[in-house]
Nanobody
Framework: QVRLVEAGGGLVQAGGSLRLSCAAS????????VGWFRQAPGKEREFVAA????????YYADSLKGRFTISRDNAKNTLYLQMNSLTSEDTAVYYC????????????????WGQGTQVTVSS
C-alpha cells in the first residue's frame, strides 16, 4: 500500500506563492505517475498537474499552466507543487495522488490519495 501526506497549505494573500509537498512511501515516485488535484466547496474535484514516474513529462490544467509547476525529488520520495500568482479562485483543498499509469489526468485513474491540505487565498 501507498501512503501520501500533503503539507504546505495555509493562508496567503492574493498574488503570493505557496509550495506544497507530498511525502510518499518509499519508491512510490519511481514506479508510478503522480499528480495534484484540488477541490473547492461546491465544486467537483479538478485536475491540477501530473508528472510521469520518470519525470520526463508533465501535464497541467490549461487554466493553471504557467502559474503552477509540478516537480518531484525521487531521492526524498516527495512531490511538489509550486503555486505562484495566487488568486481567490485557487482556494481549495489540494490533494496529491498516485496514478495507475503514467500520463493520466483524470481522478478515476488514480488509486491512492493523500488527506489533502487546505489552501486559502485572501483578496
Amino acid at each position: 500500500q501507498v501512503r501520501l501526506v500533503e503539507a504546505g497549505g495555509g493562508l496567503v494573500q492574493a498574488g503570493g506563492s505557496l509550495r506544497l509537498s507530498c511525502a510518499a512511501s518509499e519508491r512510490t515516485f519511481s514506479s508510478s505517475g503522480v499528480g495534484w488535484f484540488r477541490q473547492a466547496p461546491g465544486k467537483e474535484r479538478e485536475f491540477v498537474a501530473a508528472i510521469d514516474w520518470n519525470g520526463q513529462n508533465t501535464y497541467y490544467a490549461d487554466s493553471l499552466k504557467g502559474r503552477f509547476t509540478i516537480s518531484r525529488d525521487n531521492a526524498k520520495n516527495t512531490l511538489y507543487l509550486q503555486m505562484n500568482s495566487l488568486t481567490s479562485e485557487d482556494t481549495a483543498v489540494y490533494y496529491c495522488a498516485k496514478a495507475l499509469e503514467v500520463g493520466v489526468t483524470i481522478a478515476p485513474q488514480y488509486d491512492y490519495w493523500g488527506q489533502g491540505t487546505q489552501v486559502t487565498v485572501s483578496s
